[in-house]
T-cell receptor
Framework: QQQVKQSPQSLIVQKGGISIINCAYE??????FPWYQQFPGKGPALLIA?????SEKKEGRFTISFNKSAKQFSLHIMDSQPGDSATYFC??????????FGSGTRLSIRP | DGGITQSPKYLFRKEGQNVTLSCEQN?????MYWYRQDPGQGLRLIYY???????QKGDIAEGYSVSREKKESFPLTVTSAQKNPTAFYLC????????????FGDGTRLSIL
């Protein structure tokens, strides 16, 4: 059963633009929402994460926006750079140690 | 440097053959995980272990087996019962405490000859 929907599947953004990736989930049993970044041939690496008691978290050019009532959270990459070209996964963690990953978004930044 | 080491990076399997993927971590993490990654499908959990000598099935355990004899090691065997083993396999570890991120290795790509 799919509990998280990630969109878009792929995204092309001009250098300097804003990249936005969205995830929507189906129940409220989750309490930690990380985003992972994966380069080809490598494992995913934690990029940024948020807990549901805050609505936004910013680290450098990366921001997570969290809407608990809508059960949605999104990743914003400001001033997107070619080095940001990668696949991005959202994830949902529950207190029962259950982890669910989104299906991934392949981001390409055009120079 | 602390981290997770997966080997080999590339592996080829003949029909009817079992193969074992290695995963070693020196992060002193209690929990370890195996995922399968197929294009467009994200990561699917195969097996996980929260403590030595104990492990649980994930969402797609059929055709796979694991052992956890040491805290540092969590090898995955892809058996001949797994009819579609071609995929990218990722090992991860975490402290096992609530809401702690997973750390991933760089994966093993398994292909069928």
């Amino acid at each position: 059963q799919q509990q998280v929907k990630q969109s878009p599947q792929s995204l092309i953004v001009q250098k300097g633009g804003i990249s936005i990736i969205n995830c929507a989930y189906e129940n409220t049993a989750f309490d930690y929402f990380p985003w992972y970044q994966q380069f080809p041939g490598k494992g995913p690496a934690l990029l940024i994460a948020i807990r549901p008691d805050v609505s936004e978290k910013k680290e450098g050019r990366f921001t997570i926006s969290f809407n608990k009532s809508a059960k949605q959270f999104s990743l914003h990459i400001m001033d997107s750079q070619p080095g940001d070209s990668a696949t991005y996964f959202c994830a949902l963690y529950s207190s029962a140690s259950k982890i669910i990953f989104g299906s991934g978004t392949r981001l390409s930044i055009r120079p | 440097d602390g981290g997770i080491t997966q080997s080999p990076k590339y592996l080829f399997r003949k029909e009817g053959q079992n193969v074992t993927l290695s995963c070693e971590q020196n992060l002193n993490h209690d929990a370890m995980y195996w995922y399968r990654q197929d294009p467009g499908q994200g990561l699917r959990l195969i097996y996980y272990s929260q403590i030595v000598n104990d492990f649980q099935k994930g969402d797609i355990a059929e055709g796979y087996s694991v052992s956890r004899e040491k805290k540092e090691s969590f090898p995955l065997t892809v058996t001949s019962a797994q009819k579609n083993p071609t995929a990218f396999y990722l090992c991860a570890s975490s402290t096992g405490q609530n809401n702690q991120p997973q750390h991933f290795g760089d994966g093993t790509r398994l292909s069928i000859l």
